[in-house]
């Protein structure tokens, strides 16, 4: 077979349970989520104010967030923000805790802006009919996520399921000596043993667990590596002072890596050799030991958008605000690969199986994630500073993946309905609302804020089961907090801002599904805590 038809063949088996495709693997509806939230952007300035900056403008942070708040400059400015990003995951699995931890040292927020005066003084901008009195252009960088994250909890007695039972699911009705050959999830799991056909019955369809009755210790470990970045370039003007108008274009760019790692071990014996002529009520010929299944896949690519907006200037002590952010569209190829792992035990001891695929798939696709619409205040507290809030609109329900492949007979096409329904269904719409304050002192600036970025998922995708009774339906806090805080120094000719940023998060993922009826299907429940400290040094000239 050619290598797209492998592509596809491992592209249809990870995406054969809805559950599971919903949750950690690739090309599917959490790839859409994932890539569509944000978090507070632009220069320590704008994220000590919760990012609240679409009606303050001034700041060359607001190219992508408000472009209008570039016509408020009245000098070029050129400006550059390192970062040092350290957080937490506290993960709770059945009945065991574990707790991870992150670091990243970056420049997320570097920008220019180059600005042009109409007139030399108001007497010539009142004489004038041109009531443009000036523009900026503006060019930089801005980080918009940060994908950082490792979660671990080892332990985990599970009494009900396996892994293996997943992929027994996914076996049944092929045929065995199909399997053997085949370089799918269930062809591997057969190879290493984690599934198997009843005894002597090679001809069968039916397909078993290696752990089938559950009674076993889970481990599972979660790695996430990369970040979202947006390359800009702006344009605003100043009309009379009343009205400021603007627009940007953007070029972003993704880079994400997920390594899950998830193990078994059959630490009370449950799977004790015995002889296989011997009915004793299970099914497998070579017991289980221990297992590890490992799947790595990465996403890398880029998307273009655009945001265009407006800021009215009634009086001297209000700012009105209006953007709107098109969808991004991305081209992104995913990268993946996996390993099967077991010990088996027999008369003889224990021995090591391990499969892998022939080779690493690949898949390339698109992605459009939703519109955004953001309506700012700001009010002007004489020379004691401002107050200024946001509230930010999009639906997440508008998000579409796919398939780069146009060609519905080429082997790299994939039509991605049950995916794009998954979206439709289980997420929703949700308001970002952000504040923030700054007062001033002199040349010295404090400043405070905070942000609620609403879930984009709906409450049925949100609840689970409880792990410890199996009865009780609880529900993750899926909304992302912000506080956030930070000083500054205001000279003529730079200035020096300092913030901290405080976010956190609670999520669940599934590490397996099961579509029997009431199977139990474990559910790993993350609480991601971050925090950014951001330093801004900037020039004016």
Known sequence: MNKGFHTIQLLLTILLLGGLSSNLFAQNERDAYRHSQTIPTGSARMMAMGGAYSAAGGDVGVSTINPAGLGIFRSSVYSFSPTYSFGTVNSNFIDASGSGNSRYFGMPNWGAAFTTMNYENEEQAR??????????????HNQTENYHRNSVVQGAFNQFSSITNMFAEMAQ????????????????ALQTFMIEVIADQADSLDYYGAADRGMIEQTVQIQERGKR?????????NIADKLYIGGAVTWERVRYQQNFTFSEADIDNNYEVYDPFQFNGFPLELPLSSLSFRDTFSTSGSGIGATFGLIYRPSDAIRVAFSAKTPTFYTLTDFFDNSFTTVIENNTGTEEIQALPAEAGTFRYNLLTPFRLTGGLMLQLQKYGFLTADLEYLDYRTSRLSSFETNINSPGYYSFSDENAAIRNDYTSALNVRVGAEGRFNIFRVRVGGALYGTGLNAASREYVDDID???????NNNRLVLTGGLGIRQRNFFVDVSIVN???????????????????????SNRIVNNITATIGFNY
């Open 503 to 525: 976010w956190r998060q609670e999520d669940k993922v599934s590490p397996y599904s099961l579509s029997t009826p009431d199977s139990f299907q474990p559910n790993l429940v």
């Open 229 to 237: 970045n947006e390359w800009y370039g702006a344009v605003g003007a």
């Open 470 to 476: 199996f009865t009780t339906q609880r529900s993750v």
């Open 173 to 188: 009705g092929q045929d065995f000596n199909d399997l053997l050959g085949s370089s799918s999830f269930p062809g591997l």
């Open 127 to 140: 004489r004038s009919r041109n009531k443009i009195k000036s523009y900026t252009i503006s060019f930089g």
